[in-house]
């Protein structure tokens, strides 16, 4: 159920002992949710049957309700005890602030504004390094919810850097450092399923590999060989074959990517290089970082020390990563590394992260190997919250995570920094906003949704039945000059819904659909509140799939969005609403 969600929960009492009986029902319920009717007493003749609709409504809170039913008759008790989740209609939305503060400053936080009371919680991290501020973006990419091949390494590529580290990056409440190795050992084997015999696909089920994925994985295989995580000889050897044997129309970046990935395998490729070389006039900076630093680690060390030199300070998020690694190659303590450095966190978005998942894998790469050769920890550093009623003190500390309890959630918090050293401040807010629904918007993507009869006529969402079939018609539209598209389209459920099946037309269930309709879904995911497609393709495309009304009551309905995942400006969504399903 969502918020203000209300259904019809349906219990069925039979009377078996052979003669009348009275029967006494009592309803009780716990958490975000209520029944209008607690106590309920009726008369059964023998073998008599009966269904009582017992109405709930979720409260404008979210969380685990409890309802206790016990039924009393013809000498006998029934208990029964049932959870529901009491979900929101929206997604979660989390952002991540930073602040800095000198010793003996004070900083006033204000509650949220704009979101739900009881889902708001808000956990803040102090330290005397700025590396407290990349918390954000490394919580981002770890907890991303899909897993392509691409999102799968770029949840633990930055997960390396915690075990480089001389200090702790994450605090001690989180278990990701105690979880990074084992969260790396999964994605090594779940990148090696995707594994073909020229290159990586970027879904297990995909034959077809795409060059750029494989290069990506190819250098996180390298890096993870080089820590010690179990890389075997035969898939290094499959990948320096992979790298040699690249197209020879690929791009010039990707070109310096292979070789910088080779020169890091110990298997530099100096004819790749010297052909690059040639083109150094034309080669955008990304490229010449990478070919720079490839050529560093083959040893010609003033030629590539040279060609970053010149490349000058770079712009974008990607050129300052490589920037970044490749200056670290020559002087950890050039200026051109901080310069590099600054260049990446002025990409940083005001909600704390960077845009897709490998940008902030990248960035969190290229900070976190910044941050390991900087000096050690200065002064430690004192953080006393204080707010209305209360008040929380650590240290002096190198490093706490406070997560504010539920009154102080809501209130202004004063943070005054009694250490000696300076404070680096990572503040992390998750809260569900109170709008019941977001404007529709189209951006660069359009995505509709219709309700269908099984015969192919739309039907009203404001009225359905208990038991209908509903066919969901899902239309994708991008633009034919698109550029590389990877669009997910996330089509979450109203509680009286559940799918029954994810692909209705390929089994020929109905006449009017055509079999092959759906051949531009790269991959589905059928979740029990959700259904979720990606793709890369462009034009508009159509799928439709089946589910069926459950529950009587009425319904949030979620909007049906698509977004593009690697850039996050390309958004589609729409609908959203009520639903009412007739009581039985």
């Not at 006494?24 to 007493?41: D, E, K």
């Not at 016990?70 to 005890?81: D, L, Q, S």
């Not at 010149?310 to 990563?321: C, F, Q, W, Y």
């Not at 990409?347 to 990248?362: E, K, M, S, V």
């Amino acid at each position: 159920l969502a918020p203000r969600d209300r259904a019809i929960l349906t219990l069925a009492l039979h009377n078996e002992s052979g003669e009348a009986c009275d029967a006494t029902v009592r309803v009780t319920t716990q958490g975000p949710l209520a029944c209008r009717v607690g106590r309920q007493g009726l008369e059964l003749a023998a073998g008599e049957s009966r269904t009582l609709l017992l109405p709930l409504e979720a409260a404008e809170a979210i969380g685990t309700a409890r309802i206790e039913i016990a039924v009393e008759g013809a000498g006998e008790r029934y208990n029964e005890t049932l959870e529901l989740a009491v979900r929101p209609a929206q997604a979660w939305q989390v952002t991540t602030e930073y602040a800095r503060l000198a010793p003996g400053a004070v900083q006033t936080f204000p509650p949220p504004a704009g979101v739900l009371a009881d889902s708001l919680r808000q956990v803040f991290t102090c330290a005397p390094r700025p590396t407290v501020n990349l918390l954000g973006a490394l919580e981002h990419v770890t907890e991303y919810p899909f897993g392509c091949l691409e999102q799968t390494v770029s949840s633990v590529f930055p997960l390396l850097t915690l075990g480089r580290q001389a200090e702790p990056v994450v605090p001690p409440s989180s278990t990701l450092a105690r979880e990074a190795p084992d969260r790396i050992r999964a994605a090594l084997t779940r990148i090696l399923a995707m594994q073909r015999h020229d290159g990586f696909a970027p879904w297990p089920e995909v034959r077809d590999t795409v060059p750029f994925c494989s290069l990506y994985a190819a250098h996180f295989l390298v890096e993870a060989k080089a820590d010690g995580f179990p890389v075997s000889g035969q898939t290094l050897t499959e990948l320096h074959a992979l790298l040699e044997n690249l197209p020879s129309d690929l791009e010039p970046t990707q070109q310096a990517y292979a070789a910088m990935v080779q020169s890091l395998a110990g298997k530099p490729d100096f004819a790749r290089m010297s052909r690059l070389l040639e083109q150094t006039a034309q080669l955008p900076p990304e490229a010449r970082f990478l070919l720079g630093r490839a050529l560093l680690r083959a040893g010609e060390r003033e030629t590539g020390r040279r060609l970053v030199e010149e490349t000058g300070v770079p712009n974008g998020l990607r050129e300052a990563a490589f920037g970044t690694l490749a200056w670290l190659e020559i002087d950890p303590a050039a200026a051109q590394a901080a310069a590099c450095c600054q260049a990446i966190q002025r990409q940083r978005r005001a909600i704390g992260h960077w845009g897709t998942p490998q940008d902030n894998a990248l960035a969190l790469l290229a900070l976190g190997e910044y941050a390991r050769h900087a000096a050690a920890a200065p002064q430690e550093v004192a953080p006393r919250f204080t707010w209305d009623g209360g008040a929380f003190a650590a240290g002096p500390t190198n490093l706490v995570a406070w997560r504010a309890p539920a009154p102080a959630a809501r209130l202004p918090l004063v943070l005054t920094n009694a250490g000696p050293g300076t404070l680096y401040v990572a503040r992390r807010i998750e809260a569900v906003p109170l709008a019941e629904r977001l404007p529709d918007v189209d951006a660069g993507l359009r995505v509709r949704r219709r309700w269908l009869t099984p015969e192919g006529q739309p039907i009203s969402a404001e009225r359905l039945n208990r038991g209908d079939l509903v066919i969901v018609e899902i239309a994708l539209a991008t633009p034919d000059e698109t550029v590389s598209p990877d669009t997910v389209i996330e089509d979450l459920l109203p509680a009286c819904l559940e799918i029954e099946h994810g692909e209705v037309a390929r089994g020929g269930m109905f006449d009017w659909l055509k079999a092959d309709e759906a051949d531009w879904v790269l991959h589905r995911e059928v979740r029990d509140d959700r259904l979720l497609l990606f793709t890369r393709e462009t034009g508009r495309r159509v799928c439709h799939y089946a589910a069926r009304v459950v529950t009587a009551g009425e319904f949030t309905v979620p909007p049906i969005v698509a977004s593009d995942m690697y850039v996050p400006e390309r958004i589609s969504r729409h609908g959203g609403g009520r639903v009412v399903v007739a009581t039985p």
